[in-house]
Structures are given as C-alpha cells and as structure tokens.
C-alpha cells in the first residue's frame, strides 16, 4: 500500500532559522495578549495563563469537503434532536451499557426519573460539534484502495454536551491570520474562512433564554471546581455578555448547585437567589466531575427544573459512543430522517462501527480487532480525550475483558487514515525552535439546534474549529495538552479518488 498522501502547506517551508525564530516570538505574545490561552495543569495558579498549543500556520483542506462539511451540520443536528426524542431506541440501545457501565447507568437513571415524572421543559437547546477527519484509503467495489490526496470524510464522533473551543477556534484563526500577515502572504488571509462560531453558539444561548419569558433570569454555567480551558468558557460568557447586556451569566460547580439549588412551586429553579433561565454545561460528562452523590442529586435537580438545559439529559444520552455505533446500523437512520438525501448524506460520512455485544456481530468484531488491532480504535462511554485505546494495547484490552459484560459497554472504530502536511506547532515551555513535523487535523464543525419533541425553531451550522496532532500521535485533545489549535486553509488544486 502506498504510503499516506501529503497536502501541500500554504507556504513554502521550511522558514528560516531566523524567520521562524521572529515569527514565533511574535505569535507566542499576541496569542497571549488576545486571549488565545488556558491555564497550566502543570503549575495551576487562577492568576496565570500560558498560550494554548497552536500550529504556526493553517493547515490546507480540501474545499469542496469543507463545504460539503458545514452544509451536513443540519441535518446531523436533526438526527441528534430526533435519537434525543425517541424513548424507544434511546432505552433498547443503552440496555447493555447501562448494565456495566455506572456513569451511563446514572446518566440513564437520571432520564427515567425526569421521563417518569413529566418532563417540565419541553424545550431543548443543542449546542452541537461534529467532528471529522479527511480519510485517504477508501473501499471501492469492496476493496481498499489509496486515493491521492484524500477521498471523502468520515465522522470521529458528535458532541453533545460541553462543545468547546467556540472561542479557541475562531481565536486560532486570527492568529494565523497575523502571522501570514508577518510573513508577507496577506493575499492568502482569503483562503481562511470565516469563523463565527462564538457568535452562533452565545446567540443560541440568547435565543433559548428568551424563550424561557422570565427578563430577570440568569444564564448558568455549569462548571469543573478547576477550570483549565477558562479563555474558552469566560469568551462564551463575556460575548454572551456584550450582544446582549440583559442577560446575566453566573458560573457554578455541581458541587455548589447542590449546596444552592433548589425548585420552586412551578419548577423554576433557583441558585443562591438567582432565578435560571438556561443551563449550560461546561462540565457534567466525565465521571470525575461527580466527586460523591451530591453532585448526581444535583443534576437530577437541573433535569427536574424549568430551566432550558444545554444539553438536556435526552441530548446527553444521544452523544454516547453506543448509539453512534447503533446509527451506523442499516435502516437505522432512515427511522428519525424521512428525506432520503438526507439519508444517504449521513451515511456517506459512518465510518466502520461496530458492538461488542455477546452475539454473532460482537465476535466477529473481536475477531476482527484481535487480528487486525492496527485497524481500529476501541471507545468507551466518555468524553474529554484520552480514553481511547489504540494499536496491540487494543487487543490486550479486548483478551482482558473477552468474557466479561465489560466489553459490551465499548464500541469498536475503523481508524481513519488522513492525509498528512508539513508544519511547526508551538508550545508553551518550547526551548529552541520547534521541528517541522508532519501533522494530520480533525474539524469540528458546531450546529445549534432549539426545538421540542414536535418542533425544530432553530437549526443552523453556525462555526468551526481544526486540531491538529502530530501523524504519529494517537490522541489529539488541546485541553488535555495532546494536540494544538490550528484552522483550516482552503484548496481548490487537489484530487480525489478517480
């Protein structure tokens, strides 16, 4: 097989020495002074930031599947409002999961708690984030074959709760906006998108908290008791701010929603005083951010409210891994979209899916990964990064749990094999000048969607983001220090399969 095809960089590389040393410097102090920042893990202080990881300069992608990208957000969105709304698939996919899996079982038990007890707010906000990557070995006719440079997209996953870097995307762009300036190519600034995904996201929020009808009404973050991606949470919340000073956002933990909470005669709820009229979680999707019962008991308390919740515990339970893998199914999603268009667009993107349940499809999915473990990727029920499993330690993981009701809670994922560039990422703590490396991205693309089990008032895609890695690495996070903030640059003089 042929090795994996490489897009051409905006630019001629490599710089030198003492351009890319002027450059850096440059970069490294607007990133700072803009806001393109987080706070160390390393050495947390709330008065300190340091630069987010970036990529030195916007990685090329193709823009036909860009387009083709940002028009499927939609209908992504529909189907994830839709799978939020159906009992049925929601209860008979999650059945095995939630048997092994406690976090899922909580998260579900929460939901048949709300669903027994009369949902309270119909209206639900999704603040979505599909992420793709461009796939280079495709299947034609059954076979593999290597396209020259990419062929197609296929989805990683989709995000429905804690969506970030609505602010980090946008910000990554202007950063390389700068540095092309700086470097003489201000005529290719054209070939960077534009990115109004904080925009979108913070008018999604406006949105649903007019709809709740109380002026006097607070929008509440709900958040980790330590917060490292901050800039991308308080940008949420000082835009939030600006377009629309009648609303006012307060931030606070499970921990202190459960101190501070509580329902008043008709639901509504109350937080230290303050009257919520949207919940938007920041935090909520990793078993760590429920340090004991008082925050589960506070999260079935924002369920059991009037409040707008983003995203509601149907919308929660959408994103998980299980069901991403039960849509891959055949006629699956033709049983939430009716327009075969639509159909054939969502299926276009599935990559190979598969359970690990105890019948004839599991094992031949063990099968398969215990042969080829190279392939795949193995997934738990969790968001954040860095819970994935990779190469032979797959098969290791698989051998440990083969006979165990464990597995049932993990699904298994073709790898994808994207096409590679030439580029410098900058870290904080660099000594020296970074390497050019190769490196492979994932896009992002944010929808917002409102609407309650019978209607959709809102569904628009409404922003972007691109984090790149380097080819070897497997895990690509920003927030978890794995990969770095880029954006994409638009191409037109590529090729795809024949």
Not at 201 to 229: F, Q, R
Not at 335 to 357: C, H, N, Q, W
Not at 360 to 379: H, N, Q, T
Request: proline share 6%.
């Amino acid at each position: 097989m042929a090795s994996v095809p490489h897009l051409d960089a905006c630019i001629s590389l490599p710089l030198e020495n003492e351009v890319l040393e002027d450059i850096i410097e440059k970069a490294r102090d607007w990133a700072l002074m803009h806001g393109v920042c987080m706070r160390s893990r390393s050495s947390f202080s709330k008065d300190t930031l340091q630069f987010a990881p970036f990529v030195l300069l916007p990685s090329p992608f193709p823009r036909k599947e860009f387009q083709k990208a940002v028009s499927i957000q939609p209908i992504l969105n529909e189907l994830m409002h839709k799978v939020a709304n159906d009992h049925e698939f929601l209860s008979e996919t999650l059945k095995s999961t939630i048997e092994v899996d406690p976090f899922t079982r909580n998260l579900f038990k929460i939901y048949e708690t709300v669903r027994q007890e009369g949902i309270t707010q119909p209206i639900r906000l999704g603040l979505f984030r599909s992420d793709i990557m461009l796939e280079t070995i495709c299947t034609r006719n059954g076979v593999p074959s290597m396209c020259e440079p990419y062929c197609c997209w296929k989805q990683v996953e989709i995000n429905t709760i804690a969506s970030g870097f609505g602010w980090l995307g946008p910000s990554s762009s202007a950063v390389q906006r700068y540095v092309l300036q700086e470097l003489g190519h201000g005529d290719k600034i054209k070939n960077l998108p534009k990115n109004s995904a904080l925009e979108g996201l913070t008018d999604g929020l406006a949105t649903a908290w007019k709809m709740y009808g109380d002026p006097n009404a607070v929008v509440m973050m709900v958040v980790e008791d330590v917060s490292y991606n901050i800039c991308d949470q308080r940008f949420h919340e000082f835009h939030l701010r600006e377009r629309h000073p009648e609303i006012r956002v307060v931030r606070r933990t499970l921990t202190q929603i459960a101190a501070w909470g509580q329902l008043g005669p008709k639901k509504e709820l109350r937080v230290r005083g303050d009257a919520v009229a949207v919940v938007y979680f920041r935090a909520g999707y990793s078993p760590d951010h429920y340090p004991g019962q008082a925050a589960w008991d506070a999260r079935l308390l924002l369920e059991r409210s009037r409040a707008v919740k983003s995203p509601s515990i149907q919308h929660h339970l959408a994103g998980t891994k299980k069901v991403q893998q039960a849509l891959a199914r055949p006629l699956v999603v033709e049983r939430f979209l009716a327009e075969p268009a639509k159909v054939d667009a969502v299926r276009e993107i599935f990559t190979g899916l598969y359970s690990l349940d105890f019948d004839e499809f599991g094992e031949k999915a063990m099968r398969m990964a215990l042969d080829s473990p190279e392939k795949y990727v193995l997934k738990p029920q969790r968001e954040g990064g860095g819970n994935n499993v990779y190469g032979s330690e797959i098969r290791d993981a698989l051998l440990a749990m083969k006979d165990s009701k464990e597995r049932t809670a993990w699904i298994l994922m073709e790898r994808i094999n994207p096409p590679s560039q030439k580029g410098y990422v900058v870290r904080p703590g660099l000594e020296g000048l970074p390497p050019l490396t190769d490196l492979v991205s994932e896009l992002g693309i944010f929808g917002v969607i409102i609407g309650d089990g019978a209607d959709i008032v809102v569904n628009q895609q409404v922003g972007h983001m691109l984090r790149t890695k380097h080819s070897c690495a497997d895990e690509g996070g920003v927030a978890a220090g794995l990969g770095a903030l880029d954006s994409p640059y638009l191409v037109d003089d590529v090729r795809g399969c024949p």
